[in-house]
C-alpha cells in the first residue's frame, strides 16, 4: 500500500515539475522582450541643433551634437561631438562647452567626458579657456563641478590643479587643489 502512495506522491511532483517548468520558460521570453526594449533608443538624431528658451523668453542654452540618442525609459540623452553654448545673462557672451561624448539627465544636468573644453566668449573676461577630462553641468544652476585634472587660462598665466567648481553667473571660479601657476605671455 506504501508504494502507492509514494507512486502517486512522484507522479504529482513530476506533473507538478513538469507545469511549473513550462510556466518559467513562457516568463522568460518576456522578461528578456522588457530587456531589450531598454536598450533601444527611443529616437535617434545626426547633426541636432536645439535652442532652449528660459520663462523669460531669452535664450538660455543651445546644443549642437554630431548624433544623439534619447532612451525615454533609463530618463537620459547621449551626445557625441556636443557643443553648449550657456547664455548666463541678457547682454553678456555665452560660455562654449565642447567635448567627445555627453550625456544629458532629465533634471537638467549634463555630464561631458573627452576633451572637455570651455571656452568663454566675452573676450574681456580673465577667464577664457577651461580644460579638463569630466565635468557636470548643471544648466538651471548655471554651475559647474569636476574631480578631474584642470587647466584654466587666460590672456596672460596658466593654472594647473585637480579639480574645480564655478558658477557661471557670478562668474566665481574655485579651484579645489591647486598645481601651479604660470604668468606671463602664452608663446
Known amino acids: 500500500m506504501k508504494r502507492i502512495y509514494i507512486s502517486i506522491a512522484l507522479l504529482f511532483l513530476l506533473i507538478l515539475a513538469t507545469n511549473n ?3 518559467l520558460d513562457s516568463e ?4 528578456v522582450k522588457q530587456d531589450e526594449t531598454f536598450l533601444q533608443p527611443n529616437y535617434l538624431a545626426s547633426n541636432m541643433q536645439t535652442r532652449l528658451f528660459n520663462q523669460q523668453g531669452q535664450l538660455a542654452h543651445s546644443i549642437y551634437a554630431d548624433s544623439m ?8 540623452t547621449l551626445f557625441q561631438q556636443p557643443r553648449y553654448k550657456i547664455f548666463v545673462g541678457e547682454g553678456e557672451a555665452p560660455w562654449e562647452v565642447t567635448a567627445e561624448q555627453g550625456t544629458l539627465y532629465e533634471d537638467n544636468r549634463i555630464q561631458l567626458e573627452t576633451n572637455v573644453k ?24 548655471k554651475t559647474m563641478h569636476s574631480d578631474q585634472s584642470v587647466i584654466i587660462s587666460g590672456d596672460n598665466y596658466t593654472i594647473s590643479g585637480n579639480g574645480f567648481s564655478a558658477d557661471l553667473t557670478s562668474k566665481q571660479f574655485e579651484l579645489l587643489d591647486h598645481v601651479q601657476t604660470i604668468y606671463g605671455k602664452k608663446s
Open 118 to 141: 570651455i571656452v568663454s566668449q566675452d573676450k574681456d573676461g580673465f577667464i577664457r579657456t577651461v580644460t579638463t577630462r569630466f565635468i557636470e553641468i548643471n544648466l538651471s544652476e
Open 28 to 31: 522568460q521570453p518576456e522578461s
Open 69 to 76: 540618442e534619447h532612451y525615454d525609459l533609463l530618463g537620459f
Open 21 to 23: 517548468l513550462w510556466w
